[in-house]
């Protein structure tokens, strides 16, 4: 029988999570900005590399959405292989992975090595942000993990911002005989191989090894840590298979919803540069300026339909019309010149980024507690294979037609029925039985049925 131990100090621990967060955050969000700007940045190379290299729109569409492929194989062995060696050596390993393969895109010769490094990156990226989760899991305790992590998050809309004026600024470096474009994968994919280095030095694995933590905020957050992993174990649950969630309906319907989603994020991240460079005369800092101006107005959007869902509650309601807003702007985009599909854009994005931040808390309210960090790591792996399909169509479309337009349309239909199938997810589990016991949702069920794999 397990001795049951005394709550922790709840003011030790208050400060304890207080420093976790104040030491480990900033470092995460800049890490977060890293990882984005040398996932995204060769929309702002295509022109260049085409160039140069004869890479066309298709090659390049399917270049830039390999990664993706890489990244989905490889996350649920890099994050296994993260509980094993520690959180400290594994993030270093992954940033050290990402910066190289990075640096490589410098010396790409043609299609066949854009593809093979582009999915080399995915793969060498694989594991960082569940790995993130990871390790909010073993130094917060449950009641914190939440805030730390919307500031995490916060790295994607920041990046999202400055990735096209850096990437547009060192588009102008040149010498030793590298292009501009060569320049700029070998300086963004330098800073993070800079960045693990203080990754390693910054970074403990566990709270015990923490010098910066009094015995006592340790003592506190071991005990808080411990006592959640208890409760975990004492639950006897098991992982299911992935054929077994993706048999609740609920389920498959979330990751559908945020596959139309990630669909149209990358569809815009990857061809923006190339439509904003068909209004007019512009240079690559001009383009990585106007490439900033619709995600910083989807960061507003975010925060203001954040509020009003607050306010108003009705979740699906809240993403159908954001999905909507995101569908109209991407037909408005193909009915115009390029200064009015630019405008058109911003509309969308303030629809498809707002639709991002508004779907995650109705399977967050539907999954049963004990599974739902394995879940949403499954709603997002295959959510962001629209990063594969979404920029794949628009090169073979450019390619064949001249013209993005079929895949313009394409978005704003997914859209739209993603804003339709959204009215049919659930925002809470089953309702009660008729004996009045609780009926638990279909992927708990699944859970107790399949005894494939231990609790994480």
């Known amino acids: 029988m397990k001795t049951l131990q005394s709550p922790p100090d709840p003011n030790a621990l208050a400060r304890a999570a207080a420093k ?17 700007i040398d996932r995204v940045n060769i929309g702002f190379v295509r022109s260049h590399m085409e160039t140069d290299l004869g890479i066309g729109a298709a090659a390049y569409g399917l270049g830039a959405g390999l990664f993706f492929v890489g990244y989905a194989i490889f996350e649920v062995p890099s994050n296994m292989l993260l509980q094993r060696y520690g959180a400290r050596a594994w993030l270093t390993r992954i940033m050290f992975t990402w910066g190289a393969a990075a640096m490589a895109m410098a010396f790409v010769r043609g299609e066949t090595s854009f593809y093979v490094l582009r999915f080399i990156l995915g793969a060498a990226e694989a594991g960082f942000f569940p790995g993130i989760i990871y390790y909010f899991t073993q130094w917060l305790p449950a009641a914190e993990r939440g805030k730390a992590m919307a500031i995490f998050l916060s790295g ?34 330098f800073a993070s191989i800079v960045l ?19 015995e006592e905020e340790k003592a506190a957050l071991t005990a808080a840590i411990d006592q959640e992993q208890q409760a975990r174990d004492a639950s006897r649950t098991v992982k299911p298979s992935v054929f077994k969630l993706l048999a609740d309906r609920q389920i498959a319907l979330f990751c559908f919803i945020y596959f139309s989603i990630a669909l149209t994020i990358y569809g815009a991240t990857f061809w923006l540069p190339s439509m904003i460079k068909k209004m007019g005369n512009l240079g690559d800092f001009q383009v990585g300026l106007f490439n900033s101006i619709p995600w910083i107005i989807s960061i507003v959007a975010m925060y203001g339909f954040a509020a009003m869902a607050s306010k108003w509650k009705y979740q699906q309601a809240w993403v159908a019309v954001t999905l909507v807003i995101a569908a109209f702007g991407m ?20 629809g498809f980024k ?91 069920q699944a859970l107790k049925s399949d005894p494939s794999g231990a609790a994480s």
Not at 331 to 350: E, L, N, Q, R
Not at 409 to 430: E, H, K, Q
């Open 20 to 36: 976790v967060k104040r030491h480990v955050l900033p470092l995460f969000v800049i890490m977060f900005i890293v990882n984005y």
């Open 354 to 444: 707002a639709a991002s931040a508004l779907f995650w808390p109705i399977p967050q309210g539907y999954l049963d507690a004990r599974i739902a960090a394995a879940v949403i790591a499954l709603i997002n792996s295959i959510g962001n294979l629209g990063g594969f399909v979404a920029p794949t169509t628009f090169g073979f479309l450019e390619q064949t037609t001249g013209s993005i337009e079929g895949g313009l349309y394409g978005l704003a239909a997914t859209s739209l029925l993603a804003a339709i199938v959204i009215f049919f997810a659930r925002t809470s589990p089953a309702g009660t039985a008729v004996s009045g016991a609780e009926k638990k949702p279909l992927s708990h």
């Open 196 to 214: 693990c280095g203080f990754v390693w030095f910054w970074l403990q694995s566990h709270p015990r090894e923490a010098k910066w933590l009094s």
């Open 156 to 189: 994607s809309a920041i990046a999202s911002v400055i990735s096209g004026p850096v990437s547009g600024a060192l588009l102008h470096i040149s010498g030793l005989s590298l292009h501009g474009w060569q320049w700029m994968f070998l300086i963004e994919g």
């Open 331 to 350: 037909f408005m985009s193909t009915t115009g010149g390029p200064v009015f599909a630019f405008v058109a854009i911003c509309f969308a994005a303030i």
